[in-house]
């Protein structure tokens, strides 16, 4: 029987940024981008890369499609989806000590 939840078929969807701040229309622009995205669920990972993760390709597509719909005229977006066997493998480091994956939230979908 195929496992609908496995980590193969689990999806991250990363989300990296980097928008102009030198005038106070691009400041806004960046915090409505930023908040845009954080509304649709992403996370801050560090300053300029969020986020989310996705119960499926078919659900992480929906959220990139979000994305592209948020992005702002000026500055560079990318846009990465990895499996949670990817994510997994993963190493991260806080100066030179080794620590764990962000918890993943707990999320509730209706269809």
Not at 4 to 16: D, K, P, Q, T
Not at 48 to 75: Q, T, W
Not at 82 to 111: C, S
């Amino acid at each position: 029987m195929f496992n609908r939840l496995n980590a193969y078929r689990i999806m991250w969807v990363l989300v990296f940024f980097d928008l102009p701040t030198e005038t106070k229309k691009d400041k806004k622009l960046h915090a409505k981008f930023r908040k845009d995205i954080m509304a649709d669920g992403f996370n801050m990972f560090q300053f300029s890369i969020y986020m989310r993760h996705c119960a499926s390709r078919e659900n992480a597509d929906v959220h990139i499609k979000r994305v592209k719909s948020f992005l702002p005229a000026k500055g560079h977006v990318g846009i990465m989806s990895i499996t949670d066997k990817q994510f997994g493998m993963m190493e991260i480091f806080r100066g030179k000590e080794l620590t764990e994956a962000p918890a993943i939230a707990q999320q509730l979908e209706l269809f």
